[in-house]
C-alpha cells in the first residue's frame, strides 16, 4: 500500500523484447523476455500493444490481458539472489511503485491516469500469477517455481476495462475495492497451504467467478478438494 502522501505509479511498462526458446512450454517459443518502453503505450482490452502471447490456451485473453508486478518485491528477490532483478524480469507488462499488489482484493480496480491529459485506464485485479516451468527457464534459478512460491508475491493479472495510452510514470488510483477483502496473496497461498479454509471459502458464497478467470477458479477447486497427500506431492521443489 503506498505510503501516506506518496502516489502509486506505473514504474515502467514493458513489452515482448525477443521471442526465445522455450524447453518448459509447449509451443515451443516465449515472449516472456520484456523489457521497458522509452515511452508511451496504448493498452487495449487484449493487452499491451506491441506484446504478444504465445501459449493461448494457459495465458493471455481478456482475463489474463496485463500483468502487473510490484518494484518493491522485486528488489526483495535482488537481496535474496545477489543480482540486479530489472523491470519486466518477470515477465510483467506493468512494473509499479508504492502499490500493494499482493494486498490488491480479487475485482480491485485501479485507474491508470492517461497520458497528457487523455482519458484514464481502468483495470481490474482477476487473478494471481501462478508460476511455470516457462518462467523458471527464464529465471535461470534452482527450484525456481517453489521459490517464488515460497515468497508469496505472485504478482496480478489484469482485465481491461476501458483502454487508453499510458505513460512510464503514471499515476495508479485505486477507485474501487470489494467488501470480500479476499487478496490475490490469499488466493495463491490458500491454493496450496490451506485447502479446507480454500473449501469454506468457496462455500461461504464468496463469488470469485466474477473476477477470477475461469482457469484459475477450476485450480483453486481442483486445490480444495486435495486430500493431504496430493498436497505434499503438490509442495515438492520443482
Same mark, same amino acid.
Given at each position: 500500500?503506498?505510503?501516506?502522501?506518496?502516489?502509486?505509479?506505473?514504474?515502467?511498462?514493458?513489452?515482448?523484447?525477443? *521471442?526465445?526458446?522455450?524447453?518448459?512450454?509447449?509451443?515451443?517459443?516465449t515472449?516472456?523476455?520484456?523489457?521497458?518502453?522509452?515511452?508511451?503505450?496504448?493498452?487495449?482490452?487484449?493487452?499491451?500493444?506491441?506484446?504478444?502471447?504465445?501459449?493461448?490456451?494457459?495465458?493471455?485473453g481478456?482475463d489474463?490481458?496485463?500483468?502487473?508486478?510490484?518494484?518493491?518485491?522485486?528488489?526483495?528477490?535482488?537481496?535474496?539472489?545477489?543480482?540486479?532483478?530489472?523491470?519486466?524480469?518477470f515477465?510483467?507488462?506493468?512494473?509499479?511503485?508504492?502499490?500493494?499488489?499482493?494486498?490488491?482484493?480479487?475485482?480491485?480496480?485501479?485507474?491508470?491516469?492517461?497520458?497528457?491529459?487523455?482519458?484514464?485506464?481502468?483495470?481490474?485485479?482477476?487473478?494471481?500469477?501462478?508460476p511455470?516451468?516457462?518462467?523458471?527457464?527464464?529465471?535461470?534459478?534452482?527450484?525456481?517455481?517453489?521459490?517464488?512460491?515460497?515468497?508469496?508475491?505472485?504478482?496480478?493479472? *489484469?482485465r481491461?476495462?476501458?483502454?487508453?495510452?499510458?505513460?512510464?510514470?503514471?499515476?495508479?488510483?485505486?477507485?474501487?475495492?470489494?467488501?470480500?477483502?479476499?487478496?490475490?496473496?490469499?488466493?495463491?497461498?490458500?491454493r496450496?497451504?490451506?485447502?479446507?479454509? %480454500?473449501?469454506? *471459502?468457496?462455500a461461504?458464497?464468496?463469488?470469485?467467478?466474477?473476477?477470477?478467470?475461469?482457469?484459475?477458479?477450476?485450480q %483453486?477447486?481442483?486445490?480444495?478438494?486435495k486430500?493431504?497427500?496430493?498436497?505434499?506431492?503438490a509442495?515438492?521443489?520443482?
Amino acid at each position: 500500500m503506498a505510503q501516506a502522501g506518496v502516489q502509486a505509479r506505473v514504474l515502467s511498462i514493458n513489452v515482448v523484447h525477443d *521471442l526465445i526458446a522455450d524447453p518448459g512450454g509447449s509451443v515451443g517459443r516465449t515472449a516472456i523476455d520484456k523489457r521497458p518502453l522509452a515511452g508511451s503505450a496504448q493498452i487495449q482490452q487484449l493487452g499491451v500493444v506491441g506484446d504478444t502471447c504465445m501459449d493461448r490456451r494457459d495465458h493471455g485473453g481478456r482475463d489474463q490481458a496485463v500483468y502487473a508486478y510490484a518494484r518493491e518485491d522485486q528488489q526483495a528477490w535482488e537481496g535474496e539472489l545477489g543480482r540486479p532483478v530489472p523491470a519486466g524480469s518477470f515477465g510483467e507488462n506493468l512494473t509499479t511503485a508504492d502499490l500493494d499488489v499482493t494486498g490488491a482484493v480479487i475485482g480491485e480496480r485501479w485507474e491508470l491516469a492517461g497520458s497528457d491529459g487523455s482519458a484514464a485506464v481502468l483495470v481490474e485485479v482477476t487473478a494471481p500469477r501462478i508460476p511455470c516451468l516457462t518462467f523458471q527457464a527464464f529465471a535461470g534459478e534452482p527450484h525456481w517455481v517453489k521459490r517464488f512460491t515460497d515468497r508469496g508475491a505472485p504478482g496480478a493479472y *489484469l482485465r481491461v476495462l476501458s483502454e487508453g495510452v499510458v505513460d512510464p510514470g503514471a499515476a495508479v488510483t485505486v477507485v474501487h475495492r470489494p467488501a470480500h477483502a479476499v487478496t490475490i496473496g490469499e488466493v495463491f497461498v490458500l491454493r496450496l497451504a490451506d485447502p479446507d479454509r %480454500l473449501r469454506r *471459502l468457496l462455500a461461504e458464497g464468496v463469488d470469485l467467478n466474477q473476477t477470477l478467470v475461469e482457469a484459475v477458479t477450476s485450480q %483453486l477447486r481442483r486445490t480444495a478438494a486435495k486430500e493431504p497427500g496430493a498436497m505434499a506431492a503438490a509442495r515438492r521443489p520443482a
